[in-house]
């Protein structure tokens, strides 16, 4: 009798096992999780943002991270708000691209002449909404003309490149407009 039990406590175990790894298999990859994108408009970094239609950029900060295999804290690059509402800047903040350094009338710590590859960016709008994310840049970040539309640019996120339209409809999976 005594062996009996054991077999069934073998048996019970294995089959637990299998359907364990049954399980796992069956589960959905990892959805990506991506706040923002980074590319390089002409000689300059930007980088977007989701915002509801209608909503403003307001502020942002972007502060450089050490490496994760380093301690240390952020140290803040460029902050700055009140976005310009005139030229290519302030037209594309309103839709939630920034060229980083410029665009934005009130400067509260003056950008860097470069901006290192591992970041972290806030961005605050006018609907009291807050979109953040860090990212460790790729060696060559998605460049493009200047003068590229959004729609036609593609962008870095932490979780590879991904085009306007992909970023895009994430956001707005993502982040409730009233």
């Known amino acids: 009798m005594l ?8 048996l019970l175990a294995g089959l637990l096992l299998c359907l364990s790894q049954l399980g796992a298999a069956c589960q959905h990859p990892r959805r990506p999780d991506y706040q923002i994108g980074f590319v390089r408009l002409g000689d300059r970094l ?6 509801c239609p209608g909503d403003t950029v307001r502020t942002i900060q972007v502060h450089a991270v050490p490496p994760a295999e380093k301690s240390g804290n952020s140290v803040l690059l460029w902050e700055a708000a009140d976005p310009v509402e005139t030229g ?13 350094g410029a665009g934005f ?3 509260r710590q003056a950008p860097p002449a470069q901006f290192d590859r591992t970041l972290s960016v806030a961005v605050d709008t006018a609907d009291g909404r807050s979109y953040s994310d860090a990212v460790a840049l790729p060696e060559q970040v998605a460049q493009f003309p200047a003068d590229t539309p959004l729609a036609a640019l593609s962008f870095d996120t932490d979780d590879g490149r991904v085009n ?3 970023l895009r409809a994430h956001f707005e999976r993502e982040i409730t407009c009233r």
């Open 3 to 10: 062996k009996r039990g054991r077999r069934r406590l073998w």
């Open 46 to 51: 930007a980088v977007y943002t989701p915002i």
């Open 88 to 100: 290519p800047a302030g037209a594309d903040t309103r839709d939630g691209l920034i060229v980083l």
């Open 105 to 107: 009338g009130t400067v």
């Open 164 to 166: 306007y339209d992909t």
